[in-house]
């Protein structure tokens, strides 16, 4: 067999190569052009952002403190909130125990007489003075 000659399938899929080849070529040609026109567009971009950051840095500090401290203040009214809420409820604890003692007072004191106080009475009292 002659090195010349190739077998008619073989010479085939060689032409179906050197066109895949040839495809693939233009493909990473293509591919080239849009990683450089990717690059470009991005140090533009890039330039273009520095230049409007050093225009607005000072508005965006300001801006910065401003935000900070708003967080700030939504912060502490949640605290104020929360103690609020811890203050009316000892409130209520402590008109409850006010109630509580002068129903005690009023039921140990019948007119002038003084009466002792019960064992159920007694423990009631420390309770609520605590």
Request: one cysteine or more; charged letters at 30%; proline letters at 2%.
């Amino acid at each position: 067999m002659d090195c010349e000659e190739l077998d008619p399938r073989i010479q085939e899929e060689l032409e179906v190569l050197n066109t895949s080849s040839e495809d693939i070529n233009v493909y990473e040609k293509k591919l080239e052009d849009q990683r450089n026109f990717f690059r470009t567009t991005l140090a533009d971009c890039k330039t273009s952002l520095q230049l409007t950051a050093k225009y607005c840095g000072k508005t965006v500090n300001r801006a910065l403190l401003y935000y900070q401290a708003r967080g700030e203040t939504c912060t502490a009214q949640r605290a104020v909130q929360e103690s609020v809420s811890k203050y009316q409820k000892a409130v209520g604890v402590c008109q409850l125990a006010k109630e509580t003692i002068a129903l005690a007072e009023e039921a140990s004191v019948t007119g002038n007489k003084t009466r002792e106080f019960d064992s159920a009475l007694q423990e009631m009292l420390p309770q609520q003075v605590l």
